[in-house]
């Protein structure tokens, strides 16, 4: 499973994500904004929930939280402060960040934070959470866009595919610690429901039909 930033997903960031100190308390820019930035004709809305993996997995960022939509395709998102992507909803007092997701298909075997962490060249420090899903404090030695090494981690199964979840902050940061920590947890029972209610949905949406036909206009069809 990829975990990574692709050079699609720095450039939207690039473009549209500024992450201010100012809610820290320090002077900590996650991101500057692209120079000379051509606007587009329709302007980039920022998404509070997205269909990945051909509509198999329903992710939903938490609470304050948007998924750059630039960054998004079938398999990754990355996401931050709403108000950081300019939506409209603000950020609901979240504390700053860059969270990414990655999804795959399940294999026969399955595939556990462990797993993921040891293919990104990640380290676990210590097990952040007691119930619920694991969230792992850990560090890499490659941190995207400069951000600290430090980070939280967790990851989970959705409808027979591998949900990886990434959280990136300053130091400062509450996303550091055991709020970050609930962020993750939250973001995967809220995206494992939207998930269920969307499979709810499609298996009982009607099934459109034409309507019945007497035997003589059946008939009279086969010879128009």
């Known amino acids: 499973m990829n975990t990574g930033i692709c050079k699609k997903t720095v450039q939207g960031l690039a473009t ?15 991101l500057e904004k692209a120079k000379d930035v051509t606007p587009e004709a329709t302007p980039v809305v920022p998404l509070f929930k997205a269909q990945m993996a051909t509509g198999a997995v329903t992710l939903v960022p938490p609470s304050g939280y948007c ?25 609901l007092d979240a504390p700053i960040g860059l969270l990414t997701a990655s999804v795959a298909k399940s294999k026969a075997n399955g595939v556990t934070l462990d797993d993921i962490m040891n293919a990104s060249n990640t380290t676990k420090v210590e097990t952040m959470t007691v119930d619920g899903p694991e969230v792992v404090r850990a560090t890499t030695e490659n941190p995207p866009l400069g951000l600290p090494k430090t980070h939280l981690r967790s990851a989970t199964k959705i409808d027979g595919h591998d949900l990886s ?51 003589r206009a059946t008939l009279a069809g086969f010879f128009e």
């Open 16 to 30: 549209f994500l500024t992450l201010s100190a100012c809610a820290e308390g320090t002077s900590f820019s996650l």
């Open 67 to 91: 998924i750059e939509p630039s960054s998004l395709t079938q398999k990754f998102a990355a996401m931050a402060r709403c108000d950081s992507l300019d939506a409209k909803n603000g950020a």
């Open 165 to 215: 979840l990434a959280l990136f902050s300053p130091v400062e940061s509450d996303a550091q610690g055991a709020r970050g920590a609930s962020m993750l947890q939250n973001m995967i029972k809220t995206s494992h429901d939207a998930t269920i209610a969307q499979d709810v949905v499609v298996q009982t949406s009607p099934i459109e039909t034409q309507p019945k036909k007497g035997l």
